[in-house]
């Protein structure tokens, strides 16, 4: 059996629920992480010594690095498919997975924390700005990619997609992203594509919390 822990508000916690769906897998999530705790246990920790979510068991193989898991599902049920064999191709949307874990995750974070995860009365607008600032450039880079790319990976659905799409959704739900169809229209365009995949409700159609 599939089994994933973490809850549903965490970025890395949709993607691995995502790629199980998008593959058409059966699998049971139990929540944690947060308020749900639970990652602080021995059990837990003897499961990722990280205590953090999302961690996967499967048949008991457990794995714990959300594009690490997304990867291992598309190589096992998706192999020449979501997980390209063409090594160029493979590398190509391995190389956006870890753009998104290294590069445009770390300059939106602190936006996200700020705005959804601290109270009012705590917020911290130069982190925020700052957060705003470094995150700008990466999104008119991403915008440059989609103008060439169909999909992140080249001209068909990839597991490059799901982190990216779970990155999107989480900074257009920010509130300083009203019009971001004006300043990004190539993002805008996929990511449509993403929330008109049926695999992807449940996971992109989620509010912020
Ligand atoms: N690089 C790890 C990061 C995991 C991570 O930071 N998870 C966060 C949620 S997005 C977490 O566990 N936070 C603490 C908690 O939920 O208790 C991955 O991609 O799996």
């Keep these: 059996m599939l089994k994933f822990w973490g809850r549903m508000s965490s970025i890395n916690v949709k993607k ?9 897998l059966a699998f049971e999530r139990a929540d944690a992480g947060l308020h749900f705790g639970l990652t602080k246990t021995p059990t837990y920790l003897g499961m990722n010594p990280n205590a953090l979510v999302p961690v996967m068991d499967d048949d008991g193989f457990v794995l714990w690095e959300s594009n690490a898991i997304v990867r291992y599902l598309c190589a096992k049920h998706s192999l020449g498919n979501f ?9 190509h949307a391995e190389r956006w997975m870890d753009w998104q ?11 996200f924390i700020q705005w959804v995860r601290t109270p009012l009365e705590q917020r911290d607008s130069g982190l925020i700005a700052r957060s705003l600032a470094a995150t700008a450039p990466k999104l008119g880079l991403l915008d440059s990619h989609l103008a060439q790319s169909a999909f992140m990976g080249g001209g068909q659905f990839t597991m490059a997609d ?6 999107i959704q989480r900074w257009w739900g920010l509130p300083h992203a009203q019009t971001p169809a004006l300043a990004y229209p190539h ?23």
Excluded at 101 to 111: E, K, L, S, V
């Design 83 to 91: 997980y390209p064999l063409d090594l160029p191709q493979r590398f």
């Design 162 to 167: 799901i982190p990216m799409g779970c990155e």
């Design 101 to 111: 874990q290294t590069a445009i995750n770390p300059a939106g974070r602190d936006a």
């Design 16 to 24: 691995v629920v995502w790629a199980a769906q998008e593959l058409g």
């Design 187 to 209: 993002i805008t365009r996929w990511y449509t594509q993403m929330r008109a995949r049926p695999a992807s409700q449940g996971v992109l159609d989620l509010t912020l919390a």
